[in-house]
T-cell receptor
Framework: DQQVKQNSPSLSVQEGRISILNCDYT??????FLWYKKYPAEGPTFLIS?????DKNEDGRFTVFLNKSAKHLSLHIVPSQPGDSAVYFC?????????FGAGTRLTVKP | KAGVTQTPRYLIKTRGQQVTLSCSPI?????VSWYQQTPGQGLQFLFE???????NKGNFPGRFSGRQFSNSRSEMNVSTLELGDSALYLC??????????????FGPGTRLLVL
């Protein structure tokens, strides 16, 4: 039962361009969403979050957009840097449980 | 403030053995959750402990168990190890219950290899 889906297992972008990572969910009770970044052999690092009462949250180069009607969120990274190359997980919580997507591997080419 | 720590970082065991992993949460955090990550898979939730009580459990066999101590430190135990248990085991801590509008902070993980 995959309630949180990241349909693109990988994404490759050029340095300086925009990276857009997508995440879809099925549970309409989810009200808090997070993005984590994970380097090999390390634990996931929290990047940015958004509450369901908002549709956008920015933190530096990272912006998360939430479309509740479409049950879709996306993470925009502008401009992308080689150090952003990592696996990105989206997560969603409903007040009682938290679910993670399978992750998208982002590669930023110099 | 120190982050989440996990010990050991790497572990090699053979089938049938048991293993205990340890997690120390961020100071003040009362919730500790455990996850399993295997190649190509997302983070599979194992269980959550809050105030020394298991509050939530994922879909894993009873060979996987855990506990939490009064200082919020947590241990996870896997008995009768199988080859498929080879994975990265991640611990995450948060101030309140997992699932609330609260960020979980992850440790570096314990890489377990079962031969």
């Amino acid at each position: 039962d995959q309630q949180v889906k990241q349909n693109s297992p990988s994404l490759s972008v050029q340095e300086g361009r925009i990276s857009i990572l997508n995440c879809d969910y099925t549970n309409s009770m989810f009200d808090y969403f997070l993005w984590y970044k994970k380097y090999p052999a390390e634990g996931p690092t929290f990047l940015i979050s958004i509450s369901s009462i908002k549709d956008k949250n920015e933190d530096g180069r990272f912006t998360v957009f939430l479309n509740k009607s479409a049950k879709h969120l996306s993470l925009h990274i502008v401009p992308s840097q080689p150090g952003d190359s990592a696996v990105y997980f989206c997560a969603a919580s409903d007040g009682n449980d938290m679910r993670f997507g399978a992750g998208t591997r982002l590669t930023v080419k110099p | 403030k120190a982050g989440v720590t996990q010990t050991p970082r790497y572990l090699i065991k053979t089938r049938g053995q048991q293993v205990t992993l340890s997690c120390s949460p961020i100071s003040g955090h009362r919730s500790v959750s455990w996850y399993q990550q295997t190649p190509g898979q997302g983070l599979q939730f194992l269980f959550e402990y809050f105030s020394e009580t298991q509050r939530n459990k994922g879909n894993f066999p009873g060979r996987f168990s855990g506990r939490q101590f009064s200082n919020s430190r947590s241990e996870m135990n896997v008995s009768t190890l199988e080859l498929g248990d080879s994975a990265l085991y991640l611990c995450a801590s948060s101030l309140t219950r997992r699932g609330r509008q609260e960020t979980q902070y992850f440790g570096p993980g314990t890489r377990l290899l079962v031969l």
